[in-house]
């Protein structure tokens, strides 16, 4: 694989986090990298504070008490956990943390990356603070400069529909309006109560539901668009994508602890990314890199990735 592809692929993880998932503002599950990508980060510990939100039970009606679950997740003032991301031989399995108020913003590393089944030794990191987005490729390609570990890509600056989910998704105002949350979790349909199991140690109800992704681009106001013929070698593999398989375990407290989502068969390209959720509203820090240590994404990048002008 060419380093020009493995460079827009660590780029475009900006887009598989806003189109990959569109709930991920809501119950902080970022999603991790591409098949050819990176991504999450551990932090500290805290204690669940209350939600003022009733609490679903496998008593109520599965799609009301799925979508009550989600919408107290979603007001939560952080996440933690930690993701696995496969699709054919490629992997990646890390750590993230994610914050929703008082601002947005999250800090996402890979500890194990297989590609093409062949096991690498990067780690690459993917920060979001102040509206600004930094990854560092870590060596799974020539980074943006000697002494310059860090591309840089100011959100704003996102143009495109997968460009302006990104934007949205990581605006704070957007991501914490209640109606937005509420399309978010209205985006899951045709949902089933499975039965009970563990996750964690605690007890959780699983669920199974049709994840409307067009539904997710529409509560973000973003529109909903075909792939370009061919496509982009960078781009996300959401693109283009309308529907997603998902398994959504929720704790005794209301609380989503594990989530799975997978790609319809016949839907390319195959891929399944199942994140557990270890923390909520626990104190999360995250910051920039030294602005020494960053170097801008081209005009010509972005555009390579759909999320140019």
Do not use: C
């Not at 002494?147 to 949205?168: C, E, S, Y």
């Not at 995250?286 to 759909?306: I, R």
């Amino acid at each position: 694989m060419g380093k020009a592809r493995l460079r827009l692929a660590a780029l475009g993880t900006l887009s598989v986090l806003a189109s990959g998932l569109g709930t991920t503002t809501a119950w902080g599950n970022p999603a991790p990298p591409s098949p050819d990508m990176n991504t999450p980060t551990e932090m500290p510990t805290g204690e669940m504070s209350p939600s003022p939100t009733e609490s679903p039970t496998t008593e109520a009606d599965p799609t009301t008490a799925l979508r009550q679950a989600l919408t107290k997740s979603a007001q939560a003032s952080s996440s933690s956990g930690k993701f696995t991301f496969s699709s054919g031989e490629n992997t990646a399995n890390g750590t993230y943390d994610y914050q929703a108020k008082p601002k947005v913003a999250l800090n996402a590393k890979v500890s194990d990356l297989t590609m093409d089944g062949k096991s690498k030794d990067a780690k690459p990191e993917l920060i979001v603070a102040d509206n600004v987005g930094y990854i560092n490729p870590d060596g799974l390609f020539e980074g943006p400069g000697e002494n310059i570990p860090w591309w840089k890509v100011n959100i704003a600056d996102l143009k495109g529909p997968h460009g302006q989910f990104v934007a949205k998704m990581f605006d704070t105002a957007t991501s914490n309006d209640p109606a937005t949350i509420q399309k978010l979790a209205d985006a899951y349909e045709d949902v089933k109560m499975v039965g009970t199991a563990e996750v964690s140690g605690k007890t959780v109800t699983h669920y199974t539901a049709t994840y409307n992704v067009d539904a997710a681009r529409s509560a973000f106001g973003v529109e909903t668009t075909a792939p370009s013929p061919g496509g982009s070698p960078g781009a996300s593999p959401m693109a283009g994508v309308h529907q997603l398989r998902s398994d959504v375990w929720v704790d005794e407290q209301g609380m989503v602890r594990k989530t799975r989502y997978r790609s319809e068969e016949g839907q390319k390209p195959q891929f399944t990314l199942t994140t557990t959720i270890t923390d909520y509203n626990k104190p999360v820090t995250v910051k920039a890199p030294p602005a020494d240590q960053t170097k801008q994404v081209t005009p010509q990048m972005l555009k390579q990735l759909g999320m140019g002008g």
